[in-house]
């Protein structure tokens, strides 16, 4: 009886470990980008995935203010 219930243990914790695995594989490719980067001395803001890699520039070299690119953005 010993064998059986350390065998229904170590299925069970393998098949929580596949289950938790295989969620955070889905939420990884479903989602564009799940990190997010504000850098506040180069005032921009990153944002990072699988299939997603953006940067947005808040700095003045295009001639507009800060509160221009945080009005569109929003």
């Not at 990072?48 to 808040?58: A, I, N, S, T, Y």
């Amino acid at each position: 009886m010993a064998i059986c219930s350390k065998r229904t243990i170590w299925i069970s914790a393998l098949l929580s470990v596949l289950v938790f695995g295989f969620t955070f594989h889905i939420l990884g490719v479903a989602t564009p980008s799940w990190q997010y980067v504000y850098l506040e001395d180069g005032r921009t803001i990153h944002y990072h995935g699988l299939w997603l890699d953006c940067k947005r520039d808040f700095s003045q070299e295009y001639g507009r203010p800060r509160s221009y690119y945080e009005t569109i953005y929003k």
